[in-house]
């Protein structure tokens, strides 16, 4: 019988890095893992991370015989700080780009080791993003305004985590990592259900989709213990957990999976400086409530989603990212820029405009701030972004 084939269609796409390798006090081991890539190493990454963990990198180089040139970021991931630290890896003629720290870092040397055709690793100190392990590198100017995604193409040759470091961390970004990470489950079902395709051109595979569900359920059964460890500075079975699952699962999932409503929410959002005390994770929460409302979910569903939250002092109301009395010019800023073309909203499977956005957004915080208030829950206390 003859087989039926399908038109022609965009293909079923899976991507990640080929290792990842995550634990306490992995940065005393980093030459055994960097030396099968190269022996001359530049490394991004800001005065406070180099402060607290540039002797242990500075001894594993000298332990595995690599020849060590420092970067020292700004914190920013901007396009100025690309060429300056492209520069400084130039002369030194590294064969590997390292990016240490969180997500900017990361950015950075993905596209520092994108221009120089060479190797490229990310050293996590913290879990707030998925950005050690995605291919991608979220680019801004100098002023701080967004510049652009560089998608490179392929995931960094090595992704390491130093869960000791995680923990030592504040527990906020372990809360915010989290947000992000549960953000993949529920952006990801859509695209699935709409046939949209993931950013990488592709269609979403049921790897990428099942680990996007891990990842909630992850979270859902042990991001509270993992979080009150880390408030304490310990490092549990449920810290790593969560920390693979912040870093590994939402990366390697929002890429071979796709995202839609929330990011472009968060997005938008961004465009309102006064959100800039909050941090990606949690708006990208507030954007995950917004998507729900948006589907058009029953309140049990946003309900549920609240109550995952609070515990975790991750924001549910516009308040708590900086945006109490939004006014309808703001309101129209964000919702216009949500659903800019080009935006991930639009691989939701409906079709979504400025008005419906904003409408989700108004309804979705005055629906919250009745739930909190007949709880008599004054809700998750606003805390003013750390460093
Ligand atoms: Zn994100």
Same mark, same amino acid.
């Given at each position: 019988?003859?087989?039926?084939?399908?038109?022609?269609?965009?293909?079923?796409?899976?991507? =990640?890095?080929?290792?990842?390798?995550?634990?306490?006090?992995?940065?005393?081991?980093?030459?055994?893992?960097?030396?099968?890539?190269?022996?001359?190493?530049?490394?991004?990454?800001?005065?406070?991370?180099?402060?607290?963990?540039?002797?242990?990198?500075?001894?594993?180089? $000298?332990?595995?015989?690599?020849?060590?040139?420092?970067?020292?970021? #700004?914190?920013?991931?901007?396009?100025?700080?690309?060429?300056? %630290?492209?520069?400084?890896?130039?002369?030194?003629?590294?064969?590997?780009?390292?990016?240490? /720290?969180?997500?900017?870092?990361?950015?950075?040397?993905?596209?520092?080791?994108?221009?120089?055709?060479?190797?490229?690793?990310?050293?996590?100190?913290?879990?707030?993003?998925?950005? !050690?392990?995605?291919?991608?590198?979220?680019?801004?100017?100098?002023?701080?305004?967004? &510049?652009?995604?560089?998608?490179?193409?392929? $995931?960094?040759?090595?992704?390491?985590?130093?869960?000791?470091?995680?923990?030592?961390? !504040? @527990?906020?970004?372990?809360? #915010?990592?989290?947000?992000?990470?549960?953000?993949?489950?529920?952006?990801?079902?859509?695209?699935?259900?709409?046939?949209?395709?993931?950013?990488?051109?592709?269609?979403?595979?049921?790897?990428?989709?099942?680990?996007?569900?891990?990842?909630?359920?992850?979270?859902?059964?042990?991001?509270?213990?993992?979080?009150?460890?880390?408030?304490?500075? %310990?490092?549990?079975?449920?810290?790593?957990?969560?920390?693979?699952? +912040?870093?590994?699962?939402?990366?390697?999932?929002?890429? =071979?999976?796709?995202?839609?409503?929330?990011? =472009?929410?968060?997005?938008?959002?961004?465009?309102?400086?006064?959100?800039?005390?909050?941090? &990606?994770?949690?708006?990208? +929460?507030?954007?995950?409530?917004?998507?729900?409302?948006?589907? /058009?979910? @029953?309140?049990?569903?946003?309900?549920?989603?609240?109550?995952?939250?609070? !515990?975790? /002092?991750?924001?549910?109301?516009?308040?708590?990212?900086?945006?109490?009395?939004?006014?309808?010019?703001?309101?129209?800023?964000?919702?216009?820029?949500?659903?800019?073309? /080009?935006?991930?909203?639009?691989?939701?499977?409906?079709?979504?405009?400025?008005?419906?956005? %904003?409408?989700?957004?108004?309804?979705?915080?005055?629906?919250?701030?009745?739930?909190?208030?007949?709880? $008599? +829950?004054?809700? %998750?206390?606003?805390? !003013?972004?750390?460093?």
């Amino acid at each position: 019988m003859t087989a039926r084939i399908p038109a022609k269609r965009p293909p079923i796409m899976f991507v =990640s890095p080929p290792k990842y390798v995550q634990g306490p006090g992995i940065i005393d081991d980093m030459h055994e893992y960097i030396g099968d890539l190269g022996t001359r190493v530049t490394l991004i990454c800001d005065s406070f991370v180099w402060n607290n963990f540039g002797a242990r990198v500075t001894k594993s180089c $000298n332990a595995g015989g690599i020849e060590l040139n420092r970067f020292e970021f #700004s914190g920013q991931a901007s396009i100025g700080q690309v060429e300056k %630290a492209l520069a400084s890896a130039q002369q030194a003629d590294s064969n590997v780009i390292i990016g240490m /720290g969180g997500g900017k870092a990361c950015d950075v040397a993905k596209a520092v080791g994108a221009r120089m055709r060479c190797k490229w690793v990310t050293l996590a100190t913290i879990a707030s993003t998925d950005a !050690p392990t995605s291919s991608l590198s979220v680019l801004y100017k100098d002023n701080g305004d967004f &510049h652009s995604y560089e998608l490179h193409g392929k $995931n960094p040759d090595l992704v390491l985590v130093d869960t000791e470091a995680v923990a030592r961390a !504040p @527990a906020r970004f372990l809360a #915010s990592g989290m947000a992000d990470a549960v953000a993949t489950k529920f952006e990801s079902a859509m695209c699935a259900i709409a046939g949209s395709h993931t950013i990488l051109g592709a269609r979403p595979s049921s790897a990428g989709l099942a680990l996007g569900a891990l990842a909630w359920d992850n979270c859902r059964k042990y991001g509270l213990s993992a979080l009150k460890a880390v408030e304490a500075h %310990a490092v549990t079975p449920a810290v790593e957990l969560i920390v693979e699952t +912040n870093t590994f699962h939402s990366g390697v999932g929002f890429e =071979s999976g796709g995202f839609s409503g929330a990011h =472009s929410v968060h997005n938008g959002i961004t465009h309102l400086t006064e959100s800039h005390v909050a941090m &990606h994770g949690e708006i990208v +929460n507030f954007g995950i409530l917004v998507q729900l409302t948006l589907e /058009g979910r @029953a309140d049990a569903d946003l309900d549920e989603f609240i109550e995952f939250s609070l !515990p975790l /002092g991750l924001p549910v109301t516009l308040e708590q990212i900086g945006l109490a009395g939004l006014t309808e010019d703001k309101l129209r800023i964000v919702s216009e820029a949500a659903t800019a073309p /080009g935006e991930s909203i639009h691989w939701m499977p409906f079709k979504v405009d400025a008005d419906m956005v %904003a409408g989700a957004i108004i309804g979705t915080d005055a629906y919250v701030r009745e739930y909190l208030k007949s709880r $008599n +829950n004054l809700s %998750a206390p606003f805390r !003013p972004q750390i460093r």
